[in-house]
């Protein structure tokens, strides 16, 4: 199975910050590498797709990139609504795998 | 808009079988360039992909449930179904059913979670 880590597990910030969030793969999974946000007691919602693609709807504060094994999701000017836990997700190949989660706590 | 709704038995008993139906509304479930997938997520611990159906029928499986897992799906309904065999405590989890858009392999479309818990 391809391994995903993302860094750091935990993150504080503040509103109007921006920050970064990593994810590798234990191998080269070309771009695909998809990002979710999830609140709780709620379902993930996809962000990105193929590492950089944005979903219908999602805020263009949010932003991906990467490629190979090496990812980043990047939210500037943070909002309220932006604190939640993300995960990464290889699509390259099944079993389809995610990050561990990366919770954004104020 | 599309919309995914899952339903099942909320309690299991160790050893018995888990079962969990997701209805798909405001879309077809045969939609070429679709599958139909689960993903569970035990509390407080991050997500873990089960399997999925194609629109065609064909399914796959993740290795980790030891054959365990069947999902099927039934077009009159415009449903899919998940059956989880021999189940655990480790078991115990959200279950989420889901889309993947095959031309991309992501997960665009979820439900909103139903929480099963294995005990006697």
């Known amino acids: 199975d391809i391994q995903m880590t993302q860094s750091p597990s935990s993150l504080s910030a503040s509103v109007g910050d921006s920050v970064t969030i990593t994810c590798r793969a234990s191998q080269t999974i070309g771009i695909y590498l998809n990002w979710y946000q999830q609140k709780p007691g709620k379902a993930p919602k996809l962000l990105i797709y193929t590492a950089s693609s944005f979903h219908s709807g999602v805020p263009v504060r949010f932003s991906g990139s990467g490629s190979g094994a090496d990812f980043t999701l990047t939210i500037s000017s943070l909002q309220p609504e932006d604190f939640a836990t993300y995960y990464c997700q290889q699509s390259y190949t099944t079993p389809y795998t995610f990050g561990q989660g990366t919770k954004l706590e104020i | 808009q599309l919309q995914l709704q899952e339903s099942g038995s909320g309690l299991v008993r160790p050893s018995q079988t888990l079962s969990l139906n997701c209805v798909v509304s405001?879309?077809?479930?045969?939609?070429?360039?679709?599958?139909w997938t689960w993903i569970r997520q035990p509390p407080g611990k991050g997500l873990e992909w089960i399997g999925y159906i194609y629109h065609t029928g064909s399914t796959y499986y993740n290795p980790s449930l030891n054959r365990r897992a069947t999902i099927s799906i039934e077009r009159s309904k415009n449903q899919f179904s998940l059956e989880l065999t021999s189940v655990t405590a480790a078991d115990t989890a959200v279950y989420y059913c889901?889309?993947?858009?095959?031309?991309?392999?992501?997960?665009?479309?979820w439900g909103q979670g139903a929480l099963v818990t294995v005990s006697s």
């Open positions: 889901a889309r993947i858009w095959m031309a991309d392999y992501f997960f665009d479309y």
């Open positions: 405001g879309g077809s479930i045969s939609t070429g360039g679709t599958s």
